[in-house]
């Protein structure tokens, strides 16, 4: 089973992702984890090739949990993928999560990735809080336009509207794990 976790900044993508990836025994790959270099240097933006051998390397396997929402890698993980959990929130429910988890890391000092740590007092536009309102509107109509195209037509889809639905859809796969 190969599932992409999807959704706008804050919803809880990798949290669900390390979850399902429990669950069904397989790689969690977290593409946060691969883009973000020391300093906040984005592979996606410095060297977007190895961003893309990269993921493509991790993916290679017959099973994974994948999260993040990078365009440039969207096509070749979804068209690989067997499922696709669409974390569909509503903004006010992001915004106090994005929020929540911004302040907890920040006090925290919480290293991310490659000794990245979130701040408070850099609200620059990719700021994570300001990245989920500024994104939320577009990122939910630009999955919906996805999702009706051809090459994605081989992904099961489980659109979650409220996190009490991820109980359900933790059952479903795990079901479906199961009958392999």
């Not at 630009?142 to 409220?162: C, D, P």
Request: proline share 4%.
């Amino acid at each position: 089973m190969r599932v992409v976790v999807t959704g706008t900044s804050g919803a809880g993508k990798t949290t669900l992702a390390r979850r399902i990836a429990a669950l069904l025994d397989v790689p969690h790959i977290e593409l946060d984890a691969i883009n973000w270099q020391p300093g906040w240097r984005g592979l996606t933006l410095c060297d977007p090739d190895e961003f893309v051998r990269r993921v493509a390397a991790t993916t290679a396997a017959d099973t994974w949990v994948v999260d993040g929402n990078y365009a440039l890698v969207r096509e070749m993980i979804w068209t690989r993928a067997s499922h696709l959990v669409w974390l569909d929130y509503e903004r006010p429910l992001i915004m106090a999560r994005v929020i929540r988890r911004t302040l907890r890391r920040a006090m925290l000092r919480t290293e991310l990735w490659n000794g990245n740590r979130e701040r408070l007092r850099v609200l620059r536009p990719s700021h994570p809080v300001r990245w989920a309102w500024n994104t939320w509107e577009r990122r939910r109509s630009e999955t919906s336009a996805l999702l009706r195209r051809e090459e994605f037509a081989n992904l099961v889809v489980l659109r979650l509207h409220r996190p009490r639905e991820v109980g359900r859809a933790l059952e479903l796969l795990a079901g479906l794990r199961s009958e392999e």
